[in-house]
């Protein structure tokens, strides 16, 4: 994480109208609303004040806004949010949320029962602002510490503060793109004394995550994590009911809430230092919500509950007391006033905790004053829409915090957002209910009746009270009008159970449960349609084998973070750190796919003998449906975290599944940032590539040509996905000490975003064979192999075939089943002094770090912590990156023929970095790299010593193995130089002596390792060709020079294969 910058608060230093924040539409990144009020007065943040006790009043009611305008505003990154937030005047204020999309800005705000006769106009309501799924957004998270017990200070002051202890609860926080600011109320003091008003160190961190839909469920299940780890708590409120608060305020989480973040109005004696609110800017990440908070496992639920209750046992016979005596004090104010019994009235005051207002109830409104719930519910229409104070906590809370909404057939709520959502039903008492009821004429008495009982709550001896007046003073019996109440109430009840059934259902399909033991293609192909219908970013989705997966934020099986101790072959197995969680291809079990369908279907078992319940799926369609060969669900082969560039210069972005590619693009909305507006001049590229030089990789002991390398390592991983062959990369050095595992830390940071992990090397070609198959079907982006002995030339078959295949195909590991996965993950080496052998050097680059003294360690660094630049300035890194990327592909000759073996990465991660290297004048050419490394493998050089030692004994005349084998006679090994040169070759070949040669097996020794290999004999190809049709294993030795026509060995009688041939 960056060191975070402060923004300066003056208005001189940031200035930003109205007409600056809603131009920004070009922008890319999160959206938010900004509000600018236009009533009188304007003030659009709090009013601080002290009451009598000397405790703060933070007044919100001045914000209370009838008229307004709101503008779209843009913040791609923290610094462009901290630019908003300074620049809010006091009668602005910030709603995270966005504006819908089909609404142009500015537009004008109105209360919410004026929108729908103000034609253009909106109302500060979720239909117009808020949190959109799947789009980047910022979310505030407010510290408080309001009621906190002793015990969770302490353990806050041992932790060095609020926002250390919330890492401690979800440490890839630290990952976000972060502003924090301390709160409006924080930094208060009294003029008069100088003294510090407690409770105002509140801080408000403003977090960018990549999905806002989430933002609700990820402060909910934040705040149950902060009372699973010690940092919740329960208060006293002032009506003796119990709080529930922890150290984040999950009540933020709504996208029409305003911040209010300009400068406060401060009633005398009250000061404020102005230097404690600047902002500070921390660069990071849009965040992936569901993976940083994941929401509680069940055993996480039942934790929660525990520590929540027994925190509640502790304070309950304290509440208790604060609530009776509370109670005792209202029902007397009451009884006094109305000259309701005072039992009658504790029981109505009572209700208050079960969220039931009764008439005599006191409620103050913010514009209105004092008004009894009873005048509420006799003019509704004047209060619906109404800010007022909680009505258990009163003004002392604050005003501002609760409003008056009309729920369905005249129901009236208050909901309140002090200390939690809650929602106070406003009823009728019997008195009220009567007088209400009588006052009205007997026409249409019974009616009125029964709609004053759908507002009431009464007692079963009240009900009959209230049907006998009712009866009497509509002059019908009481019989009938107690049939006709009993047939309300059912009626009601039933329409109850009905929105209860629709709630629990969620939106999902209920479906008879199918029998176990019926036909399963109509279920199977059913349940198939439904999640292939899903367009969500992530849908349910099959892999290439047709097994239903997931994407995993985790921990890659049998990977190990990458260390230094790792990386040169010295750590022990009890010394590897766990690898840093990254987006992986899960495949589903059996009960991971029940609950992925139980999302988007319900199965009702409908039951003779009692009430009806949903059911899981039968087991026998799980089976049949892991199975299913035709299904339409969309396939992924793999994640991709980075905007990806074609060989046409097109950019390949998005969010969730590409169906076309078959990628998931889990992108950080900052890397988008980083790619070029338009096309790049020479001049831009030229300047990219020598700021990655001399800055990025300043402190890295490469030449120029070996820093160009890494930097086509780093656009590889970027391009990944699009790679169908892929070369293999060596980081190596003489001793530890040289950087391998720095550099191969920098690279990771910088285009992943996270530590790297590494999978130990075996020598065992079978075990190196199951688990480079099991980091392959998890997707991994990058694989370092490490724990490479010192010296060791790597060849293996198995990563041969990865590196130049996009998919490759083996058996699971302890299953008998095969399967293809791709092959799109980067492998990287590292070790003291190791080579690519053989066929792996052809596939290989090798990154050799420059060690001149012992101590290589202890040399003059630029960066003295290159990984922690590296990850403080990985926006400018990516930038350059993606410029020399798009420059090199956009500048591509349209007639230039592709170098290397791998054809498709050189024009997509190679040639853009030979492009940006001309330009400063520096000569790299891959093919030559590549064909260098050919030349330096022991393997390679072997065997043009032998085809030498061969080419001289026999020139163009064929010769057979019994030759051979009679040339390394004792005797001609003793006198003869040619035969002691080729019999070291071969037995350099066979990594053994060749003792007593035969024929048999110096054929097998040919077949092996020479056969049809081409090689170099000075500037000519060698091969050694086996001659068809002899009896006899007869050879001979070919020559053609480097630019000769390649004939088809078909056509010269050869049947060996020949790579360098034209297939042609």
């Known amino acids: 994480m960056s060191t975070p910058d402060s923004v300066p608060q003056s208005a001189d230093d940031v200035t930003q109208s109205d007409d600056d924040v809603a131009g920004q539409t070009n922008l890319a990144g999160a959206q938010l609303t900004l509000i600018t009020k236009m009533d009188e007065p304007s003030l659009m943040s709090k009013r601080l004040s002290l009451n009598d006790d000397g405790s703060l009043n933070s ?77 980047p957004s910022w979310l505030l998270i407010d510290f408080d510490t309001k009621g906190m017990p002793p015990e969770v200070k302490a353990k806050i002051a041992s932790n060095s503060g609020m926002w250390e202890c919330l890492l401690t609860v979800a440490p890839d926080l630290a990952r976000a793109a972060r502003v924090s600011r301390a709160s409006t109320s924080a930094g208060l003091s009294r003029a008069d004394t100088g003294d510090l008003i407690p409770g105002s160190d509140g801080e408000h961190h403003y977090l960018l995550v990549a999905d806002g839909g989430d933002i609700e469920r990820f402060l909910r299940d934040l705040h149950d994590k902060c009372w699973l780890n010690g940092y919740g708590w329960y208060m006293i409120g002032r009506a003796g009911q119990l709080l529930e608060r922890s150290i984040v305020d999950r009540m933020v989480g709504f996208g029409e809430r305003l911040c209010f973040e300009g400068t406060p109005l401060l009633v005398p004696p009250l000061v404020q230092n102005s230097s404690k609110r600047e902002p500070r800017v921390f660069d990071g990440q849009a965040i992936d919500s ?90 509704p229409e004047r209060y619906v829409n109404e800010t007022l104070a909680d009505p258990l906590e009163g003004v002392s809370y604050g005003r501002g915090k609760a409003m008056v909404l009309g729920g369905g057939e005249g129901d009236l709520v208050i909901h309140s957002f002090a200390h939690g959502r809650s929602l106070y039903y406003l009823r009728y008492d019997l008195a009220s209910a009567k007088a209400i009821v009588t006052a009205g004429p007997a026409a249409g008495m019974v009616d009125h009746a029964m709609a004053i009982l759908a507002q009431a709550r009464l007692e079963l001896d009240e009900l009959d009270d209230f049907a006998a007046s009712v009866a009497k003073a509509a002059g019908a019996s009481v019989r009938t009008i107690k049939a006709r109440m009993k047939n309300e109430l059912a009626a009601r009840k039933s329409q109850a159970r009905e929105v209860f059934a629709e709630a629990t259902t969620d939106g999902r399909i209920v479906r008879p449960l199918p029998y176990a033991n019926e036909e399963l293609l109509p279920t199977v192909t059913f349940i198939d349609d439904v999640l292939a219908k899903d367009d969500s970013p992530e849908p349910p989705m099959r892999n290439a084998n047709g097994v239903p997966v997931r994407i995993d934020e985790k921990e890659p099986w049998a990977l190990h973070l990458l260390t230094s101790g790792s990386a040169n072959a010295t750590a022990r197995p009890d010394e590897l750190m766990k690898a840093p969680t990254q987006p992986v291809i899960t495949e589903l079990t059996a009960s991971s796919l029940q609950m992925l369908i139980e999302k988007y279907l319900r199965w009702e078992k409908v039951c003779e003998d009692g009430p009806n319940y949903f059911a899981a799926t039968p087991l026998p369609f799980i089976k049949a449906f892991f199975d299913y060969a035709d299904s339409e669900m969309p396939v992924v082969r793999g994640i991709n975290q980075a905007p990806l560039v074609t060989a046409t210069g097109r950019v390949i972005d998005g969010n969730g599944l590409d169906r076309a590619l078959g990628v998931v693009h889990r992108i950080d909305p900052a890397l988008r940032a980083c790619l070029p507006a338009g096309k790049p001049t020479d001049d831009e590229a030229r300047v990219a590539l020598e700021f990655l030089m001399r800055e990025w990789l300043v402190d890295v002991a490469l030449d120029d040509a070996g820093k160009c390398v890494v930097i086509v390592l780093a656009i590889t991983l970027l391009q990944r996905a699009l790679l169908p062959e892929r070369p293999a990369f060596f980081v190596t050095a003489g001793q530890r000490g ?53 010296g060791s030339t790597i060849s293996c078959p198995h990563i041969e075939a990865a590196l130049t295949a996009p998919e490759i195909s083996d058996r699971v590991l302890g299953v008998s089943l095969f399967e293809t996965v791709p092959a799109s993950t980067i492998q990287v080496f590292t070790g003291n002094s190791i080579a690519p052998r053989g066929d792996m050097a052809s596939r290989s680059f090798v990154l050799s770090l420059n060690v001149d003294r012992p101590d290589p360690e202890n040399r003059d660094f630029k960066h003295s912590d290159p990984v922690g630049w590296t990850q403080a300035n990985r926006a400018r890194v990516l930038r350059a990156l993606y410029l020399i990327l798009v420059a090199g592909i956009q500048n591509r000759p349209s007639d230039q023929q592709a170098k290397t073996r791998f054809k498709s990465w050189w024009n997509l991660a190679g040639w853009p970095v030979e492009y940006a290297a001309a330009l400063v004048g520096i000569d790299f050419d891959c093919g030559k790299l590549l064909l260098a490394g050919e030349a330096q493998d022991e393997e390679a050089s072997t065997t043009s010593r032998v085809l030498t030692a061969l080419w001289t004994r026999f020139g163009e005349e064929q010769f057979t193995a019994r030759s051979v084998a009679s040339l390394l006679s004792d005797y001609n090994l003793a006198t003869d130089e040619d035969a002691a040169e080729l019999a070291d070759g071969l037995a350099e070949l066979a990594q053994k002596a060749v003792d007593k040669a035969t024929a048999q097996g110096i054929g097998k020794l040919f077949q092996k390792h020479l056969t049809g290999r081409p090689t170099w004999i000075e500037d000519r190809v060698a091969f050694l060709r086996r001659v068809p049709g002899h009896q006899q294993n007869l050879y001979r030795i070919e020559i053609r020079r480097a630019a000769d026509d390649r004939r088809s060995p078909a056509k010269s009688g050869d049947c060996d294969d020949d790579p360098f041939s034209d297939p042609n």
């Open 59 to 135: 007044d919100g009611s001045k914000c209370w806004m009838s008229k307004g305008m709101a503008t779209r505003a843009f913040a791609a990154t923290a610094a462009m949010l901290a630019r908003i937030i300074v620049a809010c005047r006091p009668n602005q204020a910030i709603a995270l949320g966005s504006l819908a999309k089909n609404i142009a800005d500015p537009v004008h705000i109105v209360t919410k029962d004026r929108v729908n006769e103000s034609p253009g106009c909106i109302a500060r309501t979720r239909d117009f602002i808020d949190y959109r799924s799947g789009v």
């Open 738 to 790: 040289g950087g391998k595992t720095t550099l191969i830390q920098m690279i990771v940071a910088a285009i992943l975003g996270r530590p790297a992990a590494a999978a130990a090397w075996s020598d065992n070609a079978e075990e190196r064979k199951k688990a480079l198959f099991s980091y392959l079907r998890q997707a991994v982006g990058v694989l370092i192999w490490d724990n490479i002995s010192r």
């Open 290 to 379: 569901s993976r940083v908070v994941p929401p509680p496992t069940e055993y996480d639920r039942h934790r929660i509950s525990l520590a929540k209750a027994d925190s509640k046992r502790a304070l309950s016979k304290a509440a208790a007391e604060v609530a009776n005596k509370r109670d005792q004090d209202l029902a007397k104010a009451i009884s006094a006033r109305s000259g309701t019994p005072i039992a009658t009235a504790l029981r109505l005051i009572k209700a208050r905790h079960q969220g039931v207002l009764y008439p005599d109830i006191e409620l103050e409104f913010d514009r209105l004053g004092s008004v009894t719930v009873g005048a509420v519910l006799a003019t």
